[in-house]
């Protein structure tokens, strides 16, 4: 598609459920991101694809929280069991190559709301 | 570890005048610094970006000039418009690991007609 797509745009879920969350990137991008936006609390880094390297895990909350890039297109965050603070917008971005530095092109995200 | 600092917002301004949002950043090495904006029901995108010392990012009326000396990225326009209404967020790459890519906590900037 012409920019990245996430979906669903908004879920809401209860305590204790687990979903899941889609990111499909521009096509031909080698890189993936996820980000987690708060209110108040800007973007928070979650984790990083590039290409068929092991992913950078560090911004993960707990190990309630994981993601998959699969074919390295589309990806896939899951977050189990969720906690009210799990509340947020998710945020995917995708970036052409290692050159296009700091150009992230990104979604609308998924704004989740945990009952 | 590395991090960036904006100026909380929001930012109130008439149309035409003057725009200033301040960004200061730690970070060890030079990395590189961005300025993106998030317009009402839009993702994210990329406005300018700096990566060297000195360097002058520019676009759209939008200017941020890279210093060193004082570990800054500020944004400036000189004439806002209506339209500029959005948040604002400061980045920085790290150098040498251009992967992650650190956020500001983004300043809301209302333009009043």
């Known amino acids: 598609g012409a920019g990245v797509s996430q979906s669903p745009s908004n879920k809401v879920t209860e305590k204790g459920k687990d979903v899941e969350l889609r990111c499909d990137p521009i096509?031909?991008?080698?890189?993936l991101y996820w980000y987690r936006q708060s209110l108040g609390q800007g973007l928070e880094f979650l984790i990083y694809?590039?290409?068929?390297?092991?992913?950078?895990k560090s911004g993960l909350p707990s190990d309630r929280f994981s993601a998959e890039r699969t074919g390295g297109s589309v990806s896939t965050l899951t977050i189990q069991r969720t906690q009210q603070e799990d509340s947020a917008v998710y945020l995917c971005?995708?970036?052409?190559?290692?050159?296009?530095?700091?150009?992230?092109?990104f979604g609308e995200g998924s704004r989740l709301t945990v009952l | 570890g590395n991090s960036v600092t904006q100026m909380e917002g929001p930012v109130t301004l008439s149309e035409e005048a003057f725009l200033t949002i301040n960004c200061t950043y730690t970070a060890t090495g030079y990395p590189s610094l961005f300025w993106y904006v998030q317009y009402p029901g839009e993702g994210l995108q990329l406005l300018l970006k700096?990566?060297?010392?000195?360097d002058k990012g520019s676009n759209k009326g939008f200017e941020a000039t890279y210093r060193k000396e004082t570990t800054s990225f500020h944004l400036e326009k000189g004439s806002v418009q209506v339209s500029d209404s959005a948040v604002y967020f400061c980045a920085l790459s790290e150098e040498n690991r251009d992967d992650k890519i650190i956020f500001g906590k983004g300043t809301r900037l209302h333009i009043l007609p």
């Open positions: 700096a990566t060297k010392a000195d």
């Open positions: 971005a995708s970036r052409r190559d290692r050159k296009a530095t700091g150009e992230l092109f």
């Open positions: 096509s031909g991008h080698t890189a």
């Open positions: 694809f590039q290409g068929n390297s092991a992913p950078d």
